[in-house]
Nanobody, 124 residues
């Protein structure tokens, strides 16, 4: 079993930056693909970014490519999402997710463990 706890959300102005962090429990964290998803009010949850267990490969949604960076520290059981050049449309509840299977995915049913989310609000 893996427990995920997100932190770092908040209110920021357009063009600003935030760094989200996800702390994971469990000895097998280092073997999991990790991802960030987000859900805006009235919308479905959508993929943001993913990182393989070695950290050598990352994937991004087109909407955040070049602005967001996902990283992980397996020694500390953490994964981070550095967000810059934030836009009002980035406003959402951001979730950390872990995939206990090989490979990666961009749909939420491809992930096995979820955090409770952290709110990011970008004001215009």
């Amino acid at each position: 079993q893996v427990q995920l706890v997100e932190s770092g959300g908040g209110l920021v102005q357009t063009g600003g930056s935030l760094r989200l962090s996800c702390a994971a429990s469990g000895r097998t964290f280092s073997t999991y693909t990790m991802a960030w998803f987000r859900q805006a009010p009235g919308k479905e949850r959508e993929f943001v970014a993913a990182i393989t267990w070695t950290g050598s490969t990352t994937y991004y949604a087109d909407s955040v490519k070049g602005r967001f960076t996902i990283s992980r520290d397996n020694a500390k059981n953490t994964v981070a999402l550095q967000m810059s050049s934030l836009k009002p449309e980035d406003t959402a509840l951001y979730y950390c997710a872990a995939r206990a299977r090989r490979g990666w995915g961009r749909y939420d049913d491809e992930y096995d463990y979820w955090g409770q989310g952290t709110q990011v609000t970008v004001s215009s």
